[in-house]
T-cell receptor, first 113, second 114 residues
């Protein structure tokens, strides 16, 4: 099986712009979660989707949003980018409804200038 | 917010030595997991231990869990240079439907010198 695929791998944006990141989970996985990783705050949970429904949301402003499609692919969007949004954004897929291990993609490195 | 602390923040050892990392957490958990991350890449799952388990082994890895102290440790035996990476503990909360909501520690940077 192919692993979790995230695109693009690198992204450079300027303040005020918006960005959309994409994640394709492992075939058959219905759960997709997003995490933000920064040197200062570490790994922070953004949100998770299961069967197109947002199950949980982390403590991030409304500028961060996401969605999941019927094929389980997911996108996250950040509007009105701020310098502090520079981070590695990681997507993870899960095997199913139980609280089991997550499979992570390689991430999208976002730089906001 | 982070679930807890990892200790030490950085660990430097020689090949062949054992490496021990500790993790503490704050709330009730369903399970605790350890992940590894090579520089700037995604995380790789290493091992999962459930709240009703006390010890688990996988190859050169040994994980212990003490729910009364809300702490866990990861032991890597006979370390290799290829084990150089950051190691994170992550907890899945008890109850609810938090399929993919893990709370991560700050991580331990392990350097294994050949």
């Amino acid at each position: 099986k192919a692993g979790v695929t995230q695109t693009p791998r690198y992204l450079i944006k300027t303040r005020g712009q918006q960005v959309t990141l994409s994640c394709s989970p492992i075939s058959g996985h219905r759960s997709v979660s997003w995490y933000q990783q920064t040197p200062g705050q570490g790994l922070q949970f953004l949100f998770e989707y299961f069967s197109e429904t947002q199950r949980n949301k982390g403590n991030f402003p409304g500028r961060f949003s996401g969605r999941q499609f019927s094929n389980s692919r997911s996108e996250m969007n950040v509007s009105t980018l701020e310098l502090g949004d520079s981070a590695l954004y990681l997507c993870a897929s899960g095997e199913g409804g139980s609280r089991e291990k997550l499979f992570f993609g390689s991430g999208t490195q976002l730089s906001v200038l | 917010s982070q679930q807890g602390e990892e200790d030490p923040q950085a660990l430097s050892i020689q090949e062949g030595e054992n490496a021990t990392m500790n993790c503490s957490y704050k709330t009730s958990i369903n399970n605790l997991q350890w992940y590894r991350q090579n520089s700037g890449r995604g995380l790789v799952h290493l091992i999962l231990i459930r709240s009703n388990e006390r010890e688990k082994h996988s190859g050169r890895l040994r994980v212990t869990l003490d729910t009364s102290k809300k702490s866990s440790s990861l032991l890597i035996t006979a370390s290799r240079a290829a084990d150089t990476a950051s190691y994170f503990c992550a907890t899945a909360p008890a109850g609810g439907t938090s399929y993919g909501k893990l709370t991560f520690g700050q991580g331990t940077i392990l350097t294994v010198h050949p």
